[in-house]
């Protein structure tokens, strides 16, 4: 039986939250602090990709790599102005290992 993405993120994401209601509870974390810790482990899990991205990326061929890398770099960073004057798999590399922050 093969397991979709949702699942395993959805998986993922309902282990880290127990894991960080545990944490607060030991530590007797005020109920604001305990929403704050959990409400974040929610957004890093919809907006970051989960998993070991080094990993899948070690299986792949170079080729494919430097086809990803190139990919990211055009779609995210390349419209800013201090990548612009660098190699676009450069920029790639950067983009690949960039993860969105919540900064309530």
Do not use: W
Not at 4 to 18: A, F, N, P, Q, R
Not at 56 to 78: C, E, G, M
């Amino acid at each position: 039986v093969l397991i979709t993405e949702g699942d395993k993120i959805k998986s993922y994401e309902l282990e880290k939250l127990e894991e960080a209601q545990s944490f607060c509870e030991k530590k007797k974390l005020p109920k604001e602090l305990a929403r704050a810790i959990l409400t974040h482990i929610r957004y890093h899990c919809n907006y970051n990709y989960v998993f070991d991205e080094s990993e899948i990326l070690s299986l792949l061929p170079s080729y494919l790599q430097h086809d990803i890398n190139t990919y990211v770099a055009k779609r995210f960073l390349a419209s800013l102005p201090m990548f612009q004057h660098l190699p676009s798999f450069i920029v790639g590399l950067i983009a690949v290992k960039t993860k969105s922050v919540s900064c309530n």
